[in-house]
C-alpha cells in the first residue's frame, strides 16, 4: 500500500528519485534484486516490455490497478549476463525473456521514485538455495556495472516477519527483537562492516525472529556488496510498519 498512499515512506521514495535525477547523470538503467523473484540459479528479465505483477492478494483493486510500463533492455541484460557469473558454477547469468517481469518488489518502489517509467528497468533474481555469501559476492560483480550508468535496487526489508505483524502499532512500535536486529544490521552498515552483513544467521534465535525465510534480507546484501570502498551510507525510512516489518532503507553513492 505505500505505493499509493500518501505517507511518508512513498514520499520519501519520491524525493530520493527527484534528488537522483537532479544531482548526477540519468541513470542508463536500473538493475532492481527483488525479494520475490526466487530461481534456480540466477537469471535476468530480458524482454523488451516487461510485464506489472501483481503478486499479492487481499489488497484493494486500486492496488491490482497500478501498472509500471518501463520498458526492458534485452541488449543490457545480454550483457550483464556476459559480464557476471553466477557464484559456485561460474555459469552466466541465466535470461528469461517470457515468463517474469517486475513485481511489487520492484514497481512499488520504482514507481514513487521515477513516475514516467522511461528508465529500462531488469530485474535479477535471487537463488535462494545458496548461502548468504554468495548473494553477497554476486553483488561485489555488480559494482563494475555503476561506471555504466547502472542504478542497482535492492528491496527488501532488514526486518520481515509477517506471521508477527501487529497491524494497529504506531509506526515508532515493534518488537524488541525487531528492534535489536534492525540496530545491530544498521550498526554494520554504518560502520562500513558489510561483510559482516552475509552472517546474520549466526544471531540465531534473534535473526530466525526477524527473518523466518531470508527473501527480504538477502536484497541488501546485493546492494552492499556493490558499494565503493569508503562511501558513506545514508539511512531513510528508519521506522517500523505493523511492529514487525523494518522499513530502514539505505543509499550509498
Known amino acids: 500500500m505505500n505505493a499509493i498512499e500518501d505517507n511518508a515512506y512513498r514520499r520519501s521514495w519520491q524525493v530520493l528519485g527527484t534528488e537522483l535525477l537532479e544531482r548526477g547523470p540519468r541513470p542508463r538503467l536500473v538493475l532492481c534484486i527483488s525479494a520475490h523473484w526466487i530461481t534456480r540459479g540466477w537469471q535476468l528479465t530480458a524482454m523488451d516490455d516487461p510485464r506489472t505483477i501483481h ?35 561460474g555459469a552466466p547469468l541465466g535470461l528469461d525473456d517470457l515468463e517474469w517481469g517486475l513485481d511489487h518488489g520492484t514497481w512499488s518502489v520504482l514507481k514513487p521514485m521515477f513516475p514516467d517509467a522511461s528508465i529500462p528497468v531488469i530485474q535479477l533474481s535471487m537463488d535462494y538455495s545458496r548461502p548468504p555469501a554468495e548473494h553477497f559476492e554476486l553483488g561485489r560483480q555488480l559494482r563494475a556495472l555503476r561506471e555504466r550508468g547502472v542504478l542497482i535496487v535492492g528491496s527488501g526489508n532488514i526486518v520481515h516477519n509477517l506471521r508477527a505483524i501487529r497491524r494497529e502499532a504506531a509506526d515508532n512500535q515493534a518488537y524488541d527483537w525487531a528492534i535489536e536486529f534492525d540496530r545491530i544490521t544498521g550498526e554494520h552498515i554504518a560502520e562500513g562492516r558489510l561483510e559482516a552483513l552475509d552472517g546474520f544467521r549466526a544471531l540465531g534465535p534473534l535473526a530466525q525472529m526477524a527473518h523466518p525465510t531470508w527473501d527480504h534480507y538477502l536484497p541488501l546484501l546485493y546492494a552492499a556488496g556493490a558499494v565503493e570502498a569508503g562511501e558513506a551510507p545514508r539511512f531513510f525510512n528508519d521506522s517500523f510498519q505493523a511492529a514487525s516489518i523494518s522499513m530502514r532503507s539505505v543509499i550509498w553513492g
Not at 59 to 68: E, I, K, T, V, W
Not at 77 to 85: D, L
Open 55 to 89: 503478486d499479492f492478494g487481499g489488497f484493494p483493486q486500486a492496488l491490482f490497478d497500478q501498472r509500471y510500463p518501463a520498458p526492458g533492455s534485452p541488449t543490457m541484460a545480454r550483457a550483464i549476463s556476459a559480464a557476471v557469473s553466477q557464484p559456485g558454477s
